[in-house]
């Protein structure tokens, strides 16, 4: 049985999913800033919003329920990077994350998860990763964002040196050449 004839033009009814599309990302996206400010609003309450770099303001939960606590982490050079496990470029660099994590002490390294825990958890259940995790949700969105990540995209890359002084983000795709010049740059 054939379904009955559309009163919407096939070109007209593509502009209508279109805008539906495009109103569903500008929901998303605010609803990851408002999740940000959320998280924010959580650390301002903890005295910390008198600080001006954000990234050290940062406290989010860890899959245990655990804090994780970037103010802590001052000290080393840090390599800080944004993930989801929907984001193929993003499981591609976890492993080279992870080596550089396992070989070079001198360096703090954090993953922030752009992702619901249970995405996290499953993920982690199969792909063991030796640094901490935090779990932003659709917040990290606007974290990475506050951060330098003005394209939005996923994966993103934040490098701050031992005083807390963000030296280099990177948009995209980790290499182990990016990682060996910011290795030289410290």
Not at 85 to 95: K, R
Not at 118 to 137: C, K, W, Y
Not at 147 to 160: H, K, M, R, S, Y
Request: glycine fraction near 12%; charge should be positive; aromatic fraction near 8%.
């Amino acid at each position: 049985m054939t379904s009955p004839p559309s009163s919407i033009p096939p070109r007209q009814a593509a502009v209508s999913r279109r805008h539906w599309l495009a109103a569903g990302g500008i929901g998303l996206m605010l609803a990851g800033a408002g999740g940000y400010m959320a998280l924010r609003a959580r650390g301002d309450s903890q005295g910390l919003a008198s600080r001006p770099d954000p990234l050290w303001d940062l406290e989010l939960p860890q899959l245990d329920g655990a804090p994780l606590r970037l103010a802590g982490l001052r000290g080393k050079p840090l390599l800080l990077n944004f993930w989801a496990t929907w984001c193929a470029p993003c499981v591609e660099e976890l492993p080279l994350i992870n080596a550089f994590d396992q070989q070079e002490a001198r360096w703090q390294v954090v993953g922030i998860a752009v992702d619901t825990p249970e995405n996290v958890t499953r993920f982690m259940q199969r792909f063991a990763l030796g640094f901490p995790v935090g779990v932003a949700g659709a917040a990290g969105v606007g974290l990475a964002r506050e951060l330098g990540n003005t394209g939005g995209g996923l994966p993103f890359t934040v490098v701050a040196d031992a005083s807390g002084m963000i030296r280099a983000r990177k948009i995209g795709q980790l290499h182990a050449q990016d990682l060996a010049d910011w290795q030289r740059m410290f």
